[in-house]
């Protein structure tokens, strides 16, 4: 779920830096009293996300009078051409708003039909797509919505989820052993410790430590299956680093829990969907 106040706290500065004080080109054109209809279109197939933080977008610029129609919900299955709604307001409120919801929308639907895709490669093992921190500053609720949105988890949501160690904690915290020792003498009982290792040696030193999650760091197919022979069920694994669809389905048959990937969410291409004046 995406919490209404952070929502309309991005809406209000997107449209902030979008009108500023005055949209020439509407405001001079438009008489303040016409309306019209216009429709949200689907121009490629994938899943869509970010219909109803679109709709906020004009009912935030149009608190009274404003009507919409939806047709497709955060999670349907698109086909080009699908009509996912229809919206009734002053015109002046469907030009001002239009790039706005739009920039969302595409967005949004963008990242969960990257997430989407990424399920359906693995579909019939036993890992799970995750996301990560990779988000657009900002923007880092609604990707991770959007993530759940495509059939994906969310790994951790910021630094204060969970304890994870990755290199640099561990060259800079004395080794893994040291680390993991310093922080579970501070941690409450709630907080897991998830290890970034690189290689076999360190998947040791993390199963001696006692780590809840084991990171596999850019390992090979073989690497992460022996990983798993070796891990024995002890620990959760996670493989993450340079994985690509390519990869995917074989990663995921080696017995890893988990599969965390950046992509979905940091290079995702926008989904194509058009508003236009209906009437």
Known sequence: MINSIYLDNIIKTALLEDINYLDVTTDYLIPEEQENTARFLSKDSGVLCGIDAALRVFRMLQPEGFEATVYKHDGDVLEKGDIIAEIKGKTRTLLKGERTALNLIQHMSGVATAANRAVKLIEGTNASIADTRKTLPGLRPLQKYAVTVGGGKN??????????????HVDAGGGIANAVATLKQKLGHMTKIELEVRNLDELGQALEAG???IMLDNMSVEQMREAVEITAGRALLEASGGITDETLRAIAETGVDIISMGAITHSVKAFDISLKIAD
């Not at 951790?156 to 290199?167: C, G, H, W």
Request: charged share 30%.
């Open 155 to 168: 790994h951790r949501y910021n630094l204060s989820d969970a304890a994870m160690l990755k290199d640099n």
């Open 211 to 213: 780590v809840d999650v």
